[in-house]
């Protein structure tokens, strides 16, 4: 079982950035690819974006296609979502996950306790 653990959130303007970042420990970070998630106060958590175990692959939902990236640094069992153009509508506790195998965009666990991200001026 991996352990996750979610930080860099905060509160930005619109049009800010941010980098979240997730430190994993436990078992091997080997083989896991990395997913994070946002879940707005109501609502159900969705998936943002995924990156493989290589970092070769990545996937992202379609609203925060060229506005955010995930990265990761396996060295330091750790993963990235560099947030840029944060809109209102990015507000959310965000998550990150670990998935087994290949690359997807469902079936990920070992969730962290999240980092909130409010977007607001």
């Known amino acids: 079982q991996v352990q996750l653990v979610e930080s860099g959130g905060g509160l930005v303007q619109p049009g800010g950035s941010l980098i979240l970042s997730c430190v994993a420990s436990?078992?091997?970070?080997?083989?896991?690819?990395m997913g994070w998630f946002c879940q707005a106060s109501g609502k159900e958590r969705k998936f943002v974006a995924a990156?493989?175990?290589?970092?070769?692959?990545?996937v992202y939902e379609d609203s925060v296609k060229g506005r955010f990236t995930i990265t990761r640094d396996n060295a330091k069992n750790t993963v990235y979502l560099q947030m840029n153009s944060l809109k209102a509508e990015d507000t959310a506790l965000y998550y990150c996950g670990a998935r087994l195998g290949l690359i997807g965009t469902t079936n990920f666990g070992s969730w962290g306790q999240g980092t909130q991200v409010t977007v607001s001026s």
């Open positions: 436990g078992r091997t970070f080997c083989g896991y690819a």
């Open positions: 990156i493989s175990w290589s970092g070769d692959n990545t």
